[in-house]
């Protein structure tokens, strides 16, 4: 392609060229301010064509040249409420932005606490862990344990938008508020009715929000072309059944892998090998990794019950076996908090579905790349 283009601007010069030379020989009086003019346009035509290719090819991924398959797609989550329960799928859509399948994407819609402006998730309100939200034909759906099934037309919000300006840890986001009734069901769900909250919708205003960039660590692998909507940290998290499984014999109660929140699932690969994961490739797209999931609380808590673990399982055994070693000054920050699954940015979009076979590129097999500085 940088080649094509070289060759189409020398040979758009040098036509340019001959043509004012010709200009000049059949009318001599053939000024020469014209023939300047024409030079410099020609000049910064070929610049600009240049500069295109250039641009285009800092925008196209730099992929490894070694893939291996590891397994398959054994389980699909979209969150669309974030920190509610995760609605499963069989397939979807690899977007930028996240898991999406039909108007169901990733984390587009989030609670917010008046008081404070800043956003509500199930650290703070574990109730929230249990609401379910879905979206079909402009219709959002709640349900929850505690109360009754909600539905809402989000039509008229949309049409006289309200936006609302919020916080995720510290970075400003904003979205379309959806109404005084969700509100109200929210705060009885959430707070007995005790603190006021707003949901928003992603809507048309957060389409590019920059990733989030950790203040005592910066990993290389994070680009500021990527993007999400109210996920904390990248548009994907990905994990292995297998690990999963290594855990739960550890364990005197088996979890299930609701309680890490993935979008994607692999089975097939040996517990843990996704450490060693730079980039998956399922189908057309393609997954960059950005850094591992250092894992918080929200982990203890039961997903059938809303209860957190009474010893902090199964943060406690992770800590055991999990915790990360190198870079050293990284290890210190996560000390006590060990690492399960990845977060993954996308360089390619592309369909992906329950049954896909995964390939990966490993860091041992391409040494030119690396998630740690």
Request: proline share 4%.
């Given at each position: 392609m940088f080649k094509t283009a070289c060759v189409v601007a020398g040979l758009g010069t040098a036509a340019a060229v001959t043509w004012v030379t010709c200009r000049r020989e059949t009318i001599p009086a053939f000024p020469d301010g014209i023939l300047k003019i024409t030079c410099v346009g020609t000049s910064m035509g070929t610049a600009a064509v240049l500069a295109w290719v250039v641009w285009r090819r800092q925008r196209r991924p730099v992929l490894p040249d070694k893939w291996e398959e590891v397994g398959e797609v054994c389980d699909m989550t979209i969150y669309p409420l974030k920190s509610g329960?995760?609605?499963?799928?069989?397939?979807?859509?690899?977007?930028?932005?996240?898991?999406?399948?039909?108007?169901?994407?990733?984390?587009?819609?989030?609670?917010?606490?008046?008081?404070?402006?800043?956003?509500?998730?199930?650290?703070?309100?574990?109730?929230?862990?249990?609401?379910?939200?879905?979206f079909s034909s402009g219709v959002i759906t709640l349900e929850s344990k505690e109360a009754f099934t909600f539905k809402h037309n989000l039509k008229s919000n949309l049409r006289h938008p309200k936006v609302m300006d919020s916080k995720i840890w510290g970075e400003p986001v904003r979205g379309v508020d959806c109404g005084d009734e969700v509100a109200e069901w929210l705060s009885n769900v959430l707070?007995?009715?005790?603190?006021e909250v707003r949901l928003i919708y992603k809507a048309d205003v957060m389409e590019r929000r920059p990733p989030r960039?950790?203040?005592?660590?910066?990993?290389?692998?994070?680009?500021?072309?990527?993007?999400?909507?109210?996920?904390?940290?990248?548009?994907?998290?990905?994990?292995?059944?297998?690990?999963?499984?290594?855990?739960?014999?550890?364990?005197?109660?088996?979890?299930?892998?609701?309680?890490?929140?993935?979008?994607?699932?692999?089975?097939g690969a040996p517990p843990f090998q996704e450490d060693d994961w730079l980039y998956i490739r399922i189908g057309r797209a393609v997954f960059r990794k950005i850094k591992p999931c250092e894992r918080c609380l929200l982990t203890t808590v039961d997903t059938d019950s809303g209860k957190r673990h009474p010893t902090q399982e199964p943060l406690t055994t992770l800590r055991s076996y999990r915790l990360l070693k190198e870079p050293s000054d990284l290890a210190k920050v996560w000390a006590t908090k060990p690492v399960f699954g990845c977060h993954f940015a996308i360089d390619v979009r592309g369909p992906v579905a329950v049954g896909d076979k995964v390939f990966v590129a490993t860091a041992t097999a391409n040494s030119t790349f690396s998630i740690f500085n």
């Open positions: 329960r995760g609605v499963m799928v069989t397939e979807g859509e690899a977007t930028p932005w996240g898991l999406a399948s039909g108007e169901l994407q990733d984390r587009c819609f989030m609670v917010v606490l008046v008081s404070t402006g800043t956003f509500v998730t199930g650290r703070q309100a574990e109730e929230l862990l249990d609401v379910k939200l879905t707070y007995k009715g005790k603190e960039r950790l203040t005592y660590y910066d990993f290389p692998q994070i680009r500021d072309t990527d993007t999400l909507y109210y996920a904390d940290t990248s548009a994907f998290l990905i994990t292995s059944q297998s690990s999963l499984e290594d855990l739960n014999h550890r364990l005197l109660h088996p979890i299930k892998m609701a309680n890490f929140r993935p979008n994607i699932v692999v089975s």
